[in-house]
């Protein structure tokens, strides 16, 4: 039941989530299917054999911006999935970025491996691996932002397919995050319409008069703390020159690297003066 509810699209589940998520522009494949038992899909990383295979495009809004790029990102996720019997089901996730800084040197690897225990229970480990394809002097900032905003994400489509093998289990029809949203938009709307119905009272009584003051006291002025004042100009002009050299190539900011290092050995080191040794032997 958790592959046929989770993973076999037979009542969609993974794409409208994306979409509920904030996720646009979603692509969803249908699973390609080997011909071999065994299967014929190898996942690059973990050089494990599976037996369906699904490529799934989207673009998200990031939420940390622990290194410097685009507020938004591309996605493209390689699924691979295998099962044996009714007792293991096994999905691989390889995920590349495209569109922010040294995305080519990066790859996260997401892992969910479910399995029987006793009659009607399972078990689910899930795990998230950002694997460095390229030396990347950012490499701390990478992982620890990528695992940042990740792990909440499969989080809560954990909580999505618990709550939709449940609905399963109850013998009804899964609903999918489009149905149940629709749902709560015709709550929200009939719960409205009630409240609009306002009986009109039978009499009105005039409004009081009210006494205008005769002097009006200027309201005292509020000092702003130091810490909501905005940033002084310097720092400001340090984030845009910092913006500036990650939009740069990777040669360009070895260039540059190379120029500005050049001119501070020159600065703290200058060139010594031959006459100095002349005048020191006279």
């Keep these: 039941r958790f592959y046929h509810v989770?993973?076999?699209?037979d009542a969609p589940l993974y794409g409208p989530w994306l979409e509920r998520k904030g996720s646009f522009e979603v692509s969803v494949t249908d699973w390609e299917r080997s011909p071999s038992p065994e299967g014929d899909f190898v996942n690059s990383w973990s050089k494990e054999k599976f037996s369906q295979k699904r490529i799934i495009k989207f673009k998200f809004r990031r939420t940390t911006h622990l290194y410097i790029g685009p507020p938004i990102a591309g996605v493209t996720q390689t699924q691979y999935l295998m099962k044996e019997g009714d007792d293991r089901c096994v999905v691989m996730m390889t995920v590349e970025m495209d569109g922010i800084p040294y995305s080519d040197s990066f790859a996260v690897e997401v892992r969910w491996s479910a399995r029987r225990v006793n009659q009607n229970d399972i078990a689910v480990d899930a795990g998230v691996f950002v694997r460095f394809t390229k030396s990347n002097m950012f490499a701390g900032k990478i992982k620890s932002g990528t695992l940042k905003e990740t792990s909440p994400i499969h989080l809560d489509l954990f909580e999505v397919i618990k709550s939709a093998l449940a609905s399963d289990e109850k013998?009804?029809?899964?609903?999918?995050?489009?149905?149940?949203?629709?749902?709560?938009?015709?709550?929200?709307?009939?719960?409205?319409?009630?409240?609009?119905?306002?009986k009109t009272p039978t009499r009105v009584e005039p409004a009081a008069k009210v006494e205008t003051p005769a002097r009006v006291e200027r309201p005292a002025r509020v000092e702003i703390p130091a810490s909501v004042k905005p940033p002084p100009p310097a720092e400001g002009e340090f984030q845009r020159l910092v913006s500036v050299f990650f939009s740069l190539t990777r040669t360009q900011q070895l260039l540059l690297a190379f120029v500005v290092l050049y001119i501070a050995t020159k600065a703290i080191f200058p060139a010594k003066?031959?006459?100095?040794?002349?005048?020191?032997?006279?």
């Design 273 to 282: 003066d031959p006459r100095a040794d002349a005048i020191d032997d006279l």
């Design 171 to 198: 013998g009804g029809e899964i609903e999918s995050p489009e149905a149940e949203s629709n749902e709560e938009t015709k709550a929200t709307a009939a719960k409205e319409e009630e409240e609009e119905e306002v």
């Design 6 to 9: 989770a993973w076999s699209e």
